[in-house]
């Protein structure tokens, strides 16, 4: 930030009673961490600092001792991106917030930091004169409050004064149900600039999922990242819970965050169709690539022992990555669509994936297809639960694969990948440790 901009921020901030910053950034997981910090220091582009490791803190709040993270725990700088500047819109006191890229002392972009992992990506496509389009279909579940975790979590009371018992996909009635927490909810994020598309009522019993509009891939998942942020936010004002596990509820639809994806050339023209309307070589490329790249990568489309719970035959939820035309059965999906709208639906990550790093992954391994030019397999014409599951089954099958994988680390950065491994392995290793409802429900009365 120059002079002038310094003071021009400094007095919008004290217009408008701005007394604090919120400066965020995504941790390895999607969720938000940083540091609160005056307006007035903020505008005056104060330097802000934090420990380098706290990108890659576990869910468990716990750090890796792998080398890979140096004993002295350095800092790194934050640097406010100004185009993600905006108001918080449940904050009791005036409050602004603006997401940070994570960036090291001596100018380079932090390795561990989800938000610098999908620029590196980018710079790939921008070194070849290409842009990504990308816009995500997320789906999540609002619950009843939920204090005691051994419990099972349950649908919220409506304003008919009954909870909902499911099986009401596109129910326009109870998608009013909550009317007053979809008010609050749009108004944010309306103030908030994310940008969304149709909401509906899923399958799931008060299970939710609403599309963003396609853009900038960077701009969405910066969207992806505030939109599940606002969720929870606003949810906890209505005395909800906003909940993006991908298999929240036993015997309930699990819930996924669908990638649609296309790539333009610098004149702005769709590289996956041609002028006569026809897919070029390129969208099969791009399918291959997604093909041949995904599983080693099943890990950030999958960061959790729970995301494995999703992939059920017959679901929605995909088990291989065969691709098929409007077909849903299938990983990877072609829409339907105008030529200008070409694109492939990436249908394997979860909700709970963070978005960062989800759409690097893909975006990744769909420009590695177009290098190398390699070859899809053939589009699935009927069912694709049919196929063989090509997919890790289980989190140690998928930290497996990614570990052994000759490719992950030119995908997605040496670096991150070792330092992602050993973040997922002590979750996992937390995990082992914890003993659960089924454990003591059948084993207890009879081991």
């Given amino acids: 930030m120059n002079t002038s901009s310094n003071d021009d921020l400094a007095e919008r901030f004290r217009a408008l009673g ?77 409050r602004w917030m603006a997401i940070h890229d994570c960036i090291e002392l001596d100018g380079r972009p932090c390795a561990f930091a989800p938000r610098q992992v999908l620029q590196s990506v980018l710079a790939r496509y921008a070194e070849r004169g290409l842009t990504p389009v990308v816009a995500p279909e997320i789906e999540f579940y609002l619950t009843a409050p939920n ?13 008919s004064g009954r909870a909902e018992v499911g099986q009401s996909a596109f129910s326009l ?27 509906i009522h899923e399958v799931g019993c008060s299970q939710y999922e609403i599309n963003l509009l396609h853009g900038d891939a960077l701009a969405v998942a910066d969207q992806a990242f505030l939109f599940k942020l606002a969720a929870k936010e606003v949810a906890l004002q209505h005395g909800l819970n906003a909940v993006f596990m991908a298999k929240p509820i036993s015997g309930e639809a699990g819930s996924s965050m669908h990638l649609h994806q296309s790539v333009v050339d610098a004149q702005g023209r769709n590289i996956f169709t041609d ?36 992939y059920v035959s017959g679901s929605q939820a995909p088990t291989t990555l065969a691709w098929g035309r409007d077909n849903r059965t299938v990983g990877l999906r072609v829409p339907t669509s105008s030529p200008a709208a070409r694109r492939v639906e990436n249908r394997i990550a979860g909700a709970d994936a963070n978005p960062y790093l989800a759409i690097a992954a893909s975006l990744a391994a769909g420009l590695a297809g177009l290098d190398e030019q ?9 069912n694709g639960y049919d196929e063989s599951h090509g997919l890790p089954r289980t989190f140690l099958a998928a930290h497996e694969r990614m570990a052994h994988s000759p490719h992950a680390a030119r995908l997605m950065g040496a670096d991150f990948v ?26 207890a009365p009879q081991a």
Avoid at 374 to 382: A, C, M, R, S
Wanted: net charge negative; charged share 20%; hydrophobic share 45%.
């Fill in 173 to 199: 009635n109870l998608l009013n149900e909550l009317a007053p927490f979809w008010d609050a909810f749009h108004a944010a994020i309306d103030t908030l600039g994310i940008r969304g598309d149709t909401w």
């Fill in 374 to 382: 390699l070859t899809p397999t053939e589009p699935v014409q009927g």
């Fill in 275 to 310: 002028a006569a309307g026809a897919d070029t070589p390129a969208l099969g490329h791009f399918i291959a690539g997604l093909q041949a790249y995904g599983p080693d990568l099943m890990l950030v489309y999958a960061p959790f022992v729970n995301s494995f719970r999703r």
């Fill in 18 to 94: 701005v007394r604090d910053i919120e400066c965020l950034f995504p941790d390895v997981s999607g969720y938000p961490r940083g540091k609160l910090m005056p307006a007035a220091a903020f505008a005056r582009g104060q330097e802000l600092r934090i420990a380098q490791a706290i990108p890659m803190q576990c869910v468990t709040g716990e750090y890796s001792y792998d080398p890979i993270f140096p004993d002295a725990d350095p800092d790194v700088r934050l640097v406010p991106d100004l185009a993600t500047l905006r108001p918080v819109p449940w904050a009791s006191t005036p």
């Fill in 418 to 443: 070792r330092a992602y491994l050993a973040v997922k392995a002590l979750e996992h290793d937390s995990y082992l440790n914890h003993i659960s409802e089924w454990e003591r429900r059948f084993l």
């Fill in 147 to 159: 204090t005691d975790p051994a419990k099972p979590l349950t649908a919220p009371m409506g304003r």
